[in-house]
């Protein structure tokens, strides 16, 4: 049973940075995609950022290029979320995700696994 941790979340200003963690655990681990998620309030979830863990390539949202960089820490199975010059479009609870391969499109049905999630809150 994949089981997802993340952490990092918290309310900054807007210009201001976040790192979240995502922790995972009980599979194995370099031949899924990680990804991470948002959703606010009213809204569907959507997708942020991808990295698959057994070849270490990266997608992002339009919305988030250039201001996120995901990466991973193969050895502590870790993934991070570096988020920079955040907006405040960008409140939202941030989840962490795990599908089977490569997926150069993030679409929440194809990920199976799925961390608690993590509050972020960017003020104006």
């Known amino acids: 049973q994949a089981q997802l941790v993340e952490s990092g979340g918290g309310s900054v200003q807007a210009g201001g940075s976040l790192r979240l963690s995502c922790a995972v655990s009980?599979?194995?681990?370099?031949?899924?995609?990680i990804a991470w998620f948002r959703q606010a309030p009213g809204k569907e979830r959507e997708g942020v950022a991808g990295?698959?863990?057994?070849?270490?390539?990266?997608n992002y949202a339009d919305s988030v290029k250039g201001r996120f960089t995901i990466s991973q820490d193969s050895a502590k199975k870790t993934v991070y979320l570096q988020m920079n010059s955040l907006k405040p479009e960008g409140t939202a609870v941030y989840y962490c995700?795990?599908?089977?391969?490569?997926?150069?499109?993030?679409?929440?049905?194809?990920?199976?696994?799925w961390g608690q999630g993590t509050q972020v809150t960017v003020s104006s």
């Open positions: 995700a795990a599908g089977l391969g490569p997926r150069a499109v993030l679409v929440p049905a194809d990920f199976g696994y």
């Open positions: 009980g599979y194995t681990y370099s031949i899924y995609t």
């Open positions: 990295i698959y863990t057994g070849g270490y390539s990266t």
